[in-house]
């Protein structure tokens, strides 16, 4: 089914209309399913509407996930949809997903973390017998969205061409490494920003003054536990990998409440916390922790430190 002789498939399919969107996406489930092999379908609640109705009966053994909730948070994707569907099926079979991350709609700080996602997941899945299909909407996602597909695929589908080519720009290092940009500053100091520093012995106390400060900004429930998992974990880490310190910041903005930490560590490995545990793994499950509790993760890592920024719907 593709141009390229590796065991890890990853073509982006262009459509322009509903009619292209089908053409490509189900004969893909078609062939994954006249394989006898598993097939899941991670896309947006309309699109995923669209393959149903034209699968019929045949997506009874087909798993399908609204995207939108699913994959909300770009982190959460690689560990919480692509890799639990995956590493759960039994070895020896080519795994078949559809997953559409990127669509009209995505928010301005969002799309740098789905970019780095689309780019992270050719190392994610290197040498296994996966498919993974990538649908872009030509009629409503922008050229910079357009062309970072280009860039984090090494196999595209034209809209409307039907036949894989290799993509002449694929780097999907370069795409992680650009969109690791800083992020815009947190706003100036006034009643609803809550900003402290932090060293091991007042992790307690900073995990409560972020909690607290959540409570008032609307935060209730299984939320305002998330952000007190997050905050554990994220100033956990920064006294044990970041130099031992590090600044917390809780504020809020369009609807939601975000906590940032900052320390002087550097975050090597950007498939960090987008990889599931294994059962034997001890430690290193915090930032898979954040990604999987989150709205939205944001980092930037540099020579001076690193900044992890997480969203939390209120």
């Not at 053994?61 to 948070?73: I, K, P, S, T, Y």
């Not at 970072?148 to 290799?166: N, W």
């Not at 992680?176 to 402290?196: F, I, Q, T």
Request: aromatic share 6%; proline share 8%; net charge negative.
């Amino acid at each position: 089914m593709t141009t390229t002789a590796e065991p890890f498939v990853h073509p982006a399919l262009f459509y322009a209309d509903p009619q292209e969107y089908l053409a490509g996406t189900v004969p893909f489930v078609r062939e994954g399913l006249a394989a006898g092999e598993p097939v899941a379908i991670a896309v947006p609640g309309e699109n995923l509407r669209l393959i149903q109705d034209e699968l019929g009966s045949d997506g009874d053994a087909v798993r399908f996930l609204d995207m939108r909730e699913a994959g909300r948070n770009p982190g959460r994707i690689i560990p919480g949809v692509l890799r639990a569907f995956a590493d759960a099926q039994p070895p020896g079979r080519r795994v078949w997903i559809i997953g559409e991350p990127i669509w009209a709609g995505r928010s301005p700080a969002e799309y740098p973390a789905c970019a780095q996602h689309e780019a992270l997941i050719n190392a994610a899945f290197q040498g296994r017998e996966v498919s993974i299909l990538c649908p872009y909407d030509t009629a409503r996602l922008d050229e910079r969205a357009l062309a970072d597909a280009h860039a984090t695929h090494p196999v595209v589908i034209p809209a409307g061409a039907g036949a894989e080519r290799l993509s002449e720009a694929y780097d999907p290092d370069g795409v992680v490494a650009r969109y690791n940009e800083p992020l815009p500053p947190a706003p100036d100091a006034l009643v609803d920003v809550l900003s402290v520093t932090f060293d091991e012995d007042a992790l307690s106390v900073v995990r409560h003054l972020a909690t607290d400060h959540g409570a008032r900004l609307g935060l209730a429930g299984l939320a305002l536990e998330n952000l007190a998992l997050i905050t554990a974990e994220l100033t956990t880490n920064s006294v044990l990998h970041g130099g031992g310190t590090g600044a917390l910041t809780v504020w809020p903005e369009d609807g939601h409440v975000l906590c940032e930490v900052r320390d002087k560590g550097r975050l090597i490995d950007p498939l960090a916390g987008r990889l599931p545990a294994s059962r034997d793994q001890r430690g290193g499950r915090g930032l898979l922790l954040v990604n999987l509790l989150s709205d939205l993760v944001r980092t930037h890592t540099g020579p001076d430190g690193t900044t992890i920024r997480c969203y939390l719907a209120r």
